[in-house]
């Protein structure tokens, strides 16, 4: 599959530029071919059309779709009817404005797609600092200390310790 992903703003510090770079960027592994362009060209299956608002007319064929945000006047939910009337795929990024321009539109041609930074993100290491010395009769609470920290894989956790005793049941957690 080949997408041409099409930015209507020049490169240099635009949000939906860099939006366009990185939803480029994140295709390519899928993908035969990936780019960022400034127009529509022929030979792409895709073509992604960063802003609803620069595209008013199909120039090539293939499966057209168009990223939906900021639909605040009568204008603009006009285009975005229209162009769902034409068979264009709006991709929004939230479930609640999905609901709103499939109802208002009549149309079922808008999905969420949610941007990059609204996607999970990776899992943070917990880090924990324990900070007092271990006594032998358990007033630090250690045994407690240690299930809690075996709930967790490895690398999900990072201890630091700050005082005495700690070592060998820290170590046992290794294991």
């Known amino acids: 599959m080949r997408v041409n992903v099409l930015s209507y703003e020049p490169a240099g510090g635009w949000i939906l530029y860099d ?4 939803l480029a960027d994140a295709l390519r592994p899928h993908v035969q071919a990936s780019v960022v362009g400034s ?5 792409f299956d895709v ?12 120039q090539v064929p293939g499966l057209h779709c168009s990223l939906v945000t900021h639909i605040d006047t ?9 162009q769902a009337a034409s068979g264009i795929w709006g991709l929004c990024m939230s479930d609640d404005t999905t609901r709103r321009m499939n109802t208002l539109t009549g149309q079922t041609r808008f999905v ?9 993100a990776e899992p943070k290491r917990l880090k924990v600092m324990i900070s007092g010395r271990l006594y032998a009769d358990g007033r630090k609470n250690d ?4 299930d809690f920290f075996r709930r967790f894989e ?3 956790l990072q201890i630091r310790v700050m005082g005495a005793g700690w070592e060998e049941p820290l170590a046992q957690l290794r294991t």
């Open 19 to 22: 939006y366009a770079v990185r």
């Open 74 to 82: 009568a204008d603009k939910l006009a285009l975005v009817r229209a």
């Open 143 to 146: 045994a407690w200390s240690l």
């Open 39 to 43: 127009a529509q060209q022929a030979g």
């Open 154 to 156: 490895p690398q999900d």
């Open 47 to 58: 073509t992604f059309h960063i802003n609803y608002a620069g595209l008013r007319q199909i």
């Open 112 to 120: 969420n797609l949610p941007p990059p930074a609204m996607l999970a």
